[in-house]
């Protein structure tokens, strides 16, 4: 077999491949002795029909049948003899066959392009202080006051900011209900702003029972893109208010909690698990930064279809959050190409990215062992209560256990990287 490699960027290649004129006389001669077998044409015996009647008649699916054996072959055989890494099904252009003279093929696949690892080692990252304060201590100390309050009626006046109130409301722009603007048995904690601004300070006196019109005029740069600009006017029924009365700080509120001694454990708890947060997110800023930097020093062009497939993830995805969950497609509006652009542009860094630590992870020979990933399915199985080995069993037949090898060895790299790296 004679191979013509032509490189024609980055990540595309031409093949070139000639298979010799007896490999595909030999394969031909299988090829219409098979069917010879299995055809049945009128004036012969089955298995007795002259190769030149069965090529007259069959000549066009001899060739596919020859094509379908030995392409996938030669192809295979020059991935692995050049050690080509490809991210595409191949594409057969052209090919012509001649008994005597073989048979040539013009091929042509998208490949992992060649990366010259530059200044990965020594990256210089900004420190990042995990340092608590009594301030940081008591935000969370009040926040667990918050989630332990104890929620009574409100009969006797109108709301107040830190009431939590149950309301039906309906949204109208130009007096239609525009779509998600209806709401029913809606919980909001008055005061605490997650609802659109003045929404909630409209609300405030009323009664449980009460209707109230709410208007609001939703700014330009709204992230709706539907209400951007509009005035939105409000029916809410103010069904059900409650004060939350917070418990006191102290030793009883400690022990109800857990397993606390006073009101200090539980201080030092909180202490242990705001540094240990503020840790865990500083790692990932410094290997953000890290893979920023990595990313700079060692520009290539991705493969297309890469970047294509991570791109209509993203919008899938992104569609989806917007969506509620569901799966969907939704029109941006104007505001469709510059999303698209952003996502593009996304999802060639993510591709990037991928490619880089995979080829740091090879160079540094830094591999995933088969019990680490068992320790992961573990977890999971643990976490949703399943069958470790029916769990395993069910990723081994599907490409959850290698995404999963894969997920493993990027943490691996990154903390390889976070380690060699240089902290002012």
Known sequence: MQVEITRVDECKRKLNITISGDVVSKELS????????????????????????????????AEVSLLQELVPKACEEVFVANNMKTVSDYLLEKYELEEGNGLKLDISVEVIPDIVLRDYKGVKI????????????DNALKQKQHDSAELKTVESRGAENGDEMVLDFSGKIDGKIFEGGEGKDFRIILGEKKMVEGFEDKLLGAKAGEKREVEIAYPQDAPNKALAGKKVVFEAMVKEIKERILPQLNDEFAKDLGDY???????????????????????LEHQKEIIEKILEENPFTPPAILVSREFEFLKKNLASRLSGGKAADINFGKESEKIEQELLKEAEKRVRE????????????IAVEDNEIDGEIRKRAEATNQNFNA??????????????????????????????????
Do not use: H, W
């Open 261 to 283: 001694n006073d009101l200090n454990s539980l201080k030092e708890k909180v202490r242990d698990d705001i540094k240990n947060t503020k840790e865990y997110y500083i790692k």
């Open 126 to 137: 900004q420190k990042k202080s995990s340092d608590v304060t009594d301030e940081d201590v």
């Open 391 to 424: 769990l395993k069993k069910a990723f081994q037949q599907n490409e959850a256990y290698e995404v999963i090898r894969s997920r493993i060895r990027e943490e691996k790299v990154l903390n390889f990287l976070l380690n060699c790296s240089i902290v002012n």
């Open 354 to 365: 991928s490619l880089l630590l995979e080829k740091i992870a090879v160079e540094e020979k």
């Open 30 to 61: 299988r090829i219409y002795q098979e069917m010879n077998q299995r055809v049945n044409i009128k004036g012969f015996r089955k298995g007795k029909v002259p190769r030149k009647v069965l090529k007259q008649l069959y000549k066009r699916d």
